[in-house]
């Protein structure tokens, strides 16, 4: 069984960014470690953003930022 991601949600992932508080208009890749890790501890948001927070902890956990940054290059924002 070959894994494929969904290229889609991936660029949607890469181009995303955080609609409010202390890091508000930043890259989801580009927020801290640290603040990805209170969310997961105290819970992420309902929804989309909740979902996009949740990938982006395991991106950053398993240190693949660079994946995403390859992405924002290869695949600007229309």
């Given at each position: 069984m070959e894994i494929k991601?969904?290229?889609r949600k991936l660029i949607e992932?890469?181009?995303y960014r955080m609609p409010f508080?202390?890091?508000k208009g930043r890259y989801l890749v580009s927020l801290p470690e640290?603040?990805?890790i209170w969310f997961q501890q105290k819970g992420f948001p309902e929804g989309k953003l909740g979902d996009?927070?949740?990938a982006m902890t395991e991106i950053?956990?398993?240190g693949l930022e660079g994946?995403?940054?390859k992405i924002q290059k290869d695949f600007p924002k229309q």
């Open positions: 991601p969904d290229t992932l890469a181009h508080g202390k890091y640290p603040y990805l996009l927070l949740k950053k956990i398993n994946l995403i940054y």
